[in-house]
Every structure is written in structure tokens, then in C-alpha cells.
Nanobody, 124 residues
């Protein structure tokens, strides 16, 4: 399965945006889906993870209460709804699938099928 992320852009602080991740086939009913980000000079970090078929979610402390991850299995899509954006949210955002089915890891090394990334820039 290949993933393609989209929806990034330039947003003012306090604004909202939705990122989308399209899978080339069925994925999110079996595998966990995740959003990750990498800012310049920093390591890739987990932002939000959703278990297979939306079974559970994980959020990084820095985005709790502001970001919401969701899936649409019928469309083979993964979303990240982002509210109250901050300049520190600026990064390239990637989507990925867990390497194992029916398992919801939280760390980037446990994910694969990485999409190409989409840039989010939040201006102050």
C-alpha cells in the first residue's frame, strides 16, 4: 500500500487545517495509521496515531486537545484535523502505516509505507 499526504500550507497562528492521507488500497481497517512530523534540525516525532478501524488513539502531549486523528475506511483515508495552530507546529507532516496488523505502536520505527510528506507552516 502506498500513502500520499496532502493538505499542508501556510496558516496563521490560531488557525485550523486538515491534512489528508490517501492509501492506494485497504489499510486502516487492519493497520494503525499515524501522523508524524519533522521540523528542520529535529528528529521525526509522532503526532497522532489511530488504531485499526479507529479502535484507539494516541496523541503527543504537545497536540492533545488541538488535533484530532480520524479515518474513513470506505475511502481508505486518514485525516488530521488541526486547530489552534502554533508556530511550533511548523514541520513536514508524514502519514504512515504500522508495520504489523492489529497493533497500535506509537514510535516512528514501528511504521512503514511512509507518504511523501506535506509542509505545514504556521506564521505568528
Amino acid at each position: 500500500v502506498q500513502l500520499q499526504a496532502s493538505g499542508g500550507g501556510l496558516v496563521q497562528a490560531g488557525g485550523s487545517l486538515r491534512l489528508s492521507c490517501a492509501a492506494s488500497g485497504r489499510a486502516f481497517d487492519t493497520y494503525a495509521g499515524g501522523w508524524f512530523r519533522q521540523a528542520p534540525g529535529k528528529e521525526r516525532e509522532s503526532v497522532a496515531i489511530i488504531g485499526w478501524s479507529g479502535s484507539s488513539t494516541y496523541y503527543a502531549d504537545s497536540v492533545k486537545g488541538r488535533f484530532t486523528i480520524s479515518t474513513n475506511n470506505a475511502r481508505n483515508a486518514l485525516y488530521l484535523h488541526m486547530n489552534s495552530l502554533k508556530p511550533e507546529d511548523t514541520a513536514i507532516y508524514y502519514c504512515a502505516l504500522s508495520l504489523r496488523p492489529y497493533y497500535r505502536p506509537t514510535n516512528p520505527p514501528d511504521f512503514g509505507s511512509w507518504g511523501q510528506g506535506t509542509q505545514l507552516t504556521v506564521s505568528s
